[in-house]
């Protein structure tokens, strides 16, 4: 059998010699899978034999051969420039981490199946959802799980089925409220008429005896609506994984930060998507104490407004309004137009029925269209002297990172990011290097 040595999982050629690359796996508890690993690069760090370690989490949707593939590409990409671009300063001895945690919903075991006639064509579209289904089922307990699949398997649902849906989840839309400085839990009710105003999530009316045209009346009169369970497992699935991340960090890294808190080392954390949450979460856990040289986001989906101190119109702090006080240079976080799923999507699948008035008004010119929009999609909230947003910078072109620089920047990438995925660029390199590189 196949098994995770406890060495570097490479060994890469850089501007100072061979770079080692190691893998730290958790699972979706947050306990480390690969401890000797983990007690080997705490050794090697604390034999002061590195300056730098940086520390890299991968988002949503990554099995192992997509995680490492992706940090190879970016690794190989910053060494790349790193040695056309020499910074003029003596190479850095770093040390490579990349996290590995269970982000793919896949099926442990069989559940029932869709009754399905469906072609062959769509059988990966039904495996998805089937993974999906399983995933969340794993997270209830049995007879909440058991109540689950069949609501499910169901063609549609109507509106106390969709609120039963609803409140067996309502538990990960916990941290997402803490995230935006919100302190009243979410009752159903709110989600469901979130749900009511999505046309994705809103079936098309009932034929009901009087016809389609009755039903629509009846629905109109908010006597009669339906929901398409396949859509609410979908956003259901988007909580569960980012509520997942959140464990990873505050369970996982945040132990490995303070084993690697040692004098003269300085430790960067490089999260894409809702790897962004792992970093954050593990940075800012609460009772420890840790601090980093640099954090850098990339297309985060965490919301918007999680640096805000206080959140507006409140007087409560983000989720991770803490952690700009734990990095000693400035936090540079994307985002792009052209990411759709930050963009269009994600601030969907997390809104509540308070928020439906604010996605009817707002324009996408006008900032973000609610709470929960994503970070990497609209870049940081409130502006002020404590959080900018700034243009892309082109390799050699460097960014402003001095006492006079705020906390937090937010980088415009709309230009260099295509894509939510497409975040190893020239652009993206470059601010990994004027992190690890500046004075």
């Known amino acids: 059998m196949e098994r995770l040595l406890s060495g570097p999982y490479r060994l890469l050629d850089g501007p100072g010699g061979k770079i080692p690359w190691y893998i730290v796996p958790f699972d979706k508890a947050g306990r480390c899978t690969g401890p000797r690993t983990a007690a080997e690069v705490t050794a090697r760090v604390r034999s002061r034999e590195f300056t730098d370690v940086v520390i890299f989490s991968h988002g949503w949707n990554n099995d192992w051969v997509q995680a490492t593939d992706?940090?190879?590409?970016?690794?190989?990409?910053?060494?790349?420039?790193?040695?056309?671009?020499?910074?003029?300063?003596?190479?850095?001895?770093?040390?490579?981490?990349?996290?590995?945690?269970?982000?793919?919903?896949?099926?442990?075991?069989?559940?029932?199946?869709?009754?399905?006639?469906?072609?062959?064509?769509?059988?990966?579209?039904v495996a998805a959802e089937r993974d999906e289904v399983a995933?969340?089922?794993?997270?209830?307990?049995?007879?909440?799980?058991?109540?689950?699949?069949?609501?499910?398997?169901?063609?549609?649902?109507?509106?106390d089925e969709a609120r039963e849906m609803a409140e067996l989840f309502l538990p990960l839309l916990a941290a997402d409220d803490t995230e935006v400085g919100e302190t009243t839990p979410t009752h159903p009710d709110d989600v469901l008429a979130a749900w009511a105003t999505d046309p994705d999530v809103r079936a098309d009316p009932m034929a009901g005896p009087g016809g389609p045209e009755q039903a629509t009346q009846l629905e109109g009169a908010g006597l009669l609506r339906r929901f398409d369970p396949r859509e609410i497992v979908r956003a259901a699935s988007v909580w569960l994984m980012k509520d997942r991340a959140g464990v990873v960090g505050t369970r996982g890294l945040a132990p490995l930060l303070e084993e690697l808190a040692v004098p003269d080392v300085r430790v960067h954390l490089v999260g894409h998507s809702f790897g962004a949450k792992v970093v954050l979460s593990g940075l800012c856990a609460p009772g420890t104490s840790s601090t980093v040289r640099s954090v850098l986001l990339l297309q985060p989906a965490v919301s918007h407004l999680c640096f805000a101190s206080p959140v507006p119109e409140t007087t409560r702090p983000g989720g991770y309004a803490a952690a700009p006080e734990r990095v000693e240079l400035p936090i540079l976080s994307t985002f792009s137009r052209r990411d759709e799923p930050l963009t269009q999507w994600f601030h969907h699948a997390l809104r509540r029925g308070q928020d439906v008035g604010e996605m009817e008004t707002l324009r996408e010119e006008e900032g973000p269209p609610n709470r929960y929009a994503a970070l990497g999609g609209f870049g940081p909230r409130p502006l002020g002297d404590r959080i900018r947003l700034t243009e892309v910078n082109d390799p050699g072109v460097p960014y402003r990172l001095g006492a006079d620089a705020p906390q937090v920047y937010g980088i415009d990438a709309s230009r260099t990011i295509h894509g939510h995925g497409a975040i190893s660029t020239p652009s993206t390199w470059w601010m990994l290097s004027q992190l690890i590189h500046a004075d």
Do not use: C, H, N
């Open 70 to 125: 992706r940090y190879g590409d970016f690794i190989q990409g910053y060494l790349g420039q790193v040695m056309e671009r020499p910074p003029g300063k003596a190479p850095k001895r770093a040390l490579l981490i990349g996290l590995f945690w269970p982000s793919k919903l896949l099926a442990e075991s069989v559940r029932p199946a869709f009754e399905t006639t469906a072609p062959a064509g769509e059988d990966e579209t």
């Open 135 to 159: 995933e969340l089922g794993d997270w209830l307990a049995d007879d909440a799980a058991t109540r689950f699949y069949e609501l499910a398997q169901q063609e549609y649902l109507l509106d």
